[in-house]
């Protein structure tokens, strides 16, 4: 079955180091990946897709995230921690060929202490 | 508009009343999404439509939840007999279409059946 796991409910990092918000996927077919961020009472943001190309993918606020096939991966990791990165992420995969539907993981909330 | 409009932003209703959530996607985008988000719970896929082709309803939870869009834009999400556990964060997003097509949500419409 199409999936995606997020292994950690909860990271915590404290600022100026750097992050790492882990993320899987279920082999089927190519997958197009995706990280998306949710501040409280908010929408999800996005952040960054792979699509093709080059593994490592930058995107907004420093983000970036590296699409490993081989451990089948698409780990979030940002250089330097602030505490306004404090939020829930969320990992996502669709894959070609199917309806389109994003399928996301359960969520990863970071908190970056002073 | 800029970005995925939704309305109402939050919805208190009784128990078995009908409800009608509004989603206006990015202007030009053929995929629209309705995803639910339950209180400390991850995305649950709902519904989605894309350009004139059958919507996927697989995410639909019940006979009570219905949506439709008209004309290839607008679109409303329909519950019927609301019960409590429908209680919840309604996320419409859109995208151009499918494939690497970046996914843009609404901030959401937040429902409390009391």
């Known amino acids: 079955a199409q999936s995606v796991a997020q292994p950690e409910d909860q990271v915590n990092v404290a600022e100026g180091n750097p992050l790492t918000v882990k993320c899987t996927y279920s082999?089927?077919?190519?997958?197009?990946l995706f990280w998306y961020v949710q501040y409280p009472n908010r929408g999800l943001q996005f952040l960054l897709k792979y699509i093709t190309g080059d593994n490592l993918v930058k995107g907004s606020y420093g983000f970036e995230a590296e699409f490993n096939k081989s451990q089948t991966s698409f780990h979030l990791k940002k250089p330097s921690a602030l505490v306004s990165d404090s939020a829930l992420y969320f990992c996502?995969?669709?894959?070609?060929?199917?309806?389109?539907?994003?399928?996301f993981g359960q969520g990863t909330t970071l908190q970056v202490k002073p | 508009g800029a970005g995925v409009s939704q309305s109402p932003s939050n919805k208190v209703t009784e128990k078995g009343k009908d409800v009608e959530l509004r989603c206006d996607p990015i202007?030009?985008?053929?995929?629209l999404y309705w995803y639910r988000q339950s209180l400390g719970q991850g995305l649950e896929f709902l519904i989605y439509f894309q350009g004139n082709s059958a919507p996927d309803k697989s995410g639909l939870p019940s006979d009570r939840f219905s949506a439709e869009r008209t004309g290839g834009s607008v679109s409303t999400l329909t519950i019927q007999r609301t019960q409590q556990e429908d209680s919840a964060v309604y996320l419409c997003a859109s995208s151009l279409g499918q494939g690497g097509n970046t996914i843009y949500f609404g901030e959401g419409s937040w429902l409390t059946v009391v």
């Open positions: 996502a995969v669709r894959y070609q060929g199917n309806t389109g539907k994003l399928i």
């Open positions: 202007s030009g985008h053929t995929a």
């Open positions: 082999v089927s077919g190519n997958p197009y």
